[in-house]
């Protein structure tokens, strides 16, 4: 899920000696198959190029909206076919039929288990594309304009859409900012594209909209691997200050629409100088990282039917993990925190091997994860004045309205923020989707964005900005 990051722990299922096979199978080709998640199923194609051990290829998820997804590895060890997809944590191991045509195994992924047999594809038939109605058809009332714009600081540009309405402006101007994990312009994920529905929404409402690709994303300049939030931070900053600089746009009226972690990267430029002139969170955190994902695990465990028992021994290893994190001087390398993060694993779970320790410690010391983990809003909350709506659904799993709200709305008091506005949208999920049960299931919603909760944005910017 491309928002605020899940602790992924892929794990790697080991297949017995072949007792049949002798000769390796040719893998080249198109795979799918069936993945069975709790209340939903997910198809998933492989397209394998490459003969023998210097085979390569790519992944789709067509439900999610997923091609072309590159894998880290593609092997072929007698009868046995595994398949790693670090992009997204993933990995597949599986043993082929005695004709060749499939492979029967297990998916690993977020530290779950699913079985999955591939099944050769001789069709090349596609699965059709998910009806997304709210996505806008032209002709439409705005203009459009792909363009870069630099990050100074960074040392490259960005690449974006600017919506501009209809008239000669000058106009107020919202940035959106995305959440964790590559984002491109739209916010594409599980077949969504939840920041061209809001633009289209905003610009048809009198705002200018700048949508931009990640760094090193799609068509964006820079480096993705290892950059902080921080360093997104810088990125948005830019966006602010390329804006301020064009005559279509009114420069004392440029905000942030920051979506999940993108909400952290608002508070964060708000805090500083020539930050945005309002801020928008949606889903944004307002408790330290490690109580987001604590929470997080906690709620998507009772949606996928964990029992209690196995819930509270999770989040009793995370606490003890995320205290040694916390215990680390800033200058600790990510060996040293990896290899004292496994020594508490094998505290925390004496059976665990001293290998699968230092694995499952390596995810946790990521710079990106690290830092998120460390990071207080409360920090940059008490140094944001300018007008502020922050919004969470009470279904979301991800980042708890009940939980993240409240601190938010301390935080800006500590501020002495009198032009807050703090909410909670009733069975909103994380992707502000109508989800009254809390289901998540993303992909099987057709409504990308409920007009509720975009007319709530778009209301109080007209308030409030104007």
């Known amino acids: 899920m491309k928002t605020l990051r899940h602790l992924l722990a892929a794990q790697l299922l080991l297949l017995a000696p072949a007792a049949f096979a002798q000769s390796t199978p040719d893998a080249a080709g198109s795979w799918q198959g069936q993945i069975t998640l709790p209340g939903q199923s997910l198809r998933v194609i492989f397209d394998l190029q490459g003969a023998a051990n210097q085979l390569s290829g790519t992944m789709a998820v067509p439900q999610q909206g997923a091609t072309g997804l ?16 670090d992009k997204i944590g993933g990995r597949f191991a599986g043993r082929f039929a005695a004709d060749g045509q499939q492979a029967a195994g297990v998916w690993s992924q977020g530290g779950g288990q699913f079985p999955l047999t ?10 059709p594309a998910p009806n997304r109605p709210q996505e806008p058809k032209g002709p439409l009332p705005y203009r459009a304009l792909d363009l870069t714009f630099p990050n100074p600081k960074g040392g490259f540009k960005l690449a974006g859409t600017l919506t501009l309405p209809q008239g000669k402006g000058p106009f107020p101007a919202v940035v959106l900012v995305s ?16 920041f061209l529905v809001l633009a289209d929404y905003l610009t048809r409402r009198g705002f200018a909209v700048l949508r931009y690709d990640d760094r090193g994303t799609a068509q964006s300049g820079g480096i993705y691997k290892d950059a902080l939030t921080a360093d997104f931070t810088a990125d948005a900053q830019a966006a602010l200050a390329y804006l301020r600089t064009r005559p279509d746009i009114k420069p004392r009226q440029v905000g942030l629409i920051g979506h999940s972690e993108g909400g952290l990267i608002a508070w964060q430029a708000a805090a500083q100088p020539k930050g945005p002139d309002f801020v ?31 819930i509270g021994a999770n989040r009793r290893l995370h606490k003890a993990l995320f205290a040694a994190l916390r215990r680390l001087p800033a200058t600790a390398s990510t060996t040293e925190a990896t290899q004292q993060l496994a020594a508490v694993m094998q505290q925390q779970v004496p059976a665990m091997s ?3 320790a230092q694995k499952q410690a390596a995810g946790l010391t990521a710079p990106w994860l ?3 983990l460390l990071t207080d809003p409360a920090t940059y909350l008490a140094k944001v004045k300018v007008p502020v709506l922050a919004l969470n659904g009470t279904t979301d799993l991800q980042v708890a309205a009940d939980e993240n709200l409240p601190a938010i709305e301390r935080g800006l008091k500590a501020a002495r ?4 506005t703090v909410r909670a949208l009733p069975g909103l999920n994380h992707l502000f989707q109508t989800d009254p049960q809390a289901t998540s299931h993303y992909a099987d919603i057709e409504e990308t964005f409920a007009p509720s909760a975009l007319q ?3 209301d109080w910017l007209a308030t409030a900005v104007r």
């Open 280 to 310: 928008v969170s949606l889903a944004g955190p307002g408790v330290p990282g490690d109580a987001v994902l604590l929470r997080q695990q906690a709620d998507l465990g009772h949606a996928a039917g964990a029992d209690s028992a196995a």
């Open 354 to 356: 001293s290998e699968e």
């Open 456 to 458: 709530v944005v778009g």
């Open 370 to 372: 690290r830092s998120f």
């Open 417 to 420: 923020n009198s032009h807050a």
């Open 118 to 127: 591939l099944t050769r594809n001789t069709t090349g038939a596609a699965a």
């Open 70 to 85: 590159p894998l880290s590895s593609v092997v072929v060890r007698h009868d046995s076919l595994l398949i790693g997809a």
């Open 179 to 194: 959440g964790s994990g590559p984002e491109d312009r739209d916010e594409t994920v599980f077949g969504h594209k939840p």
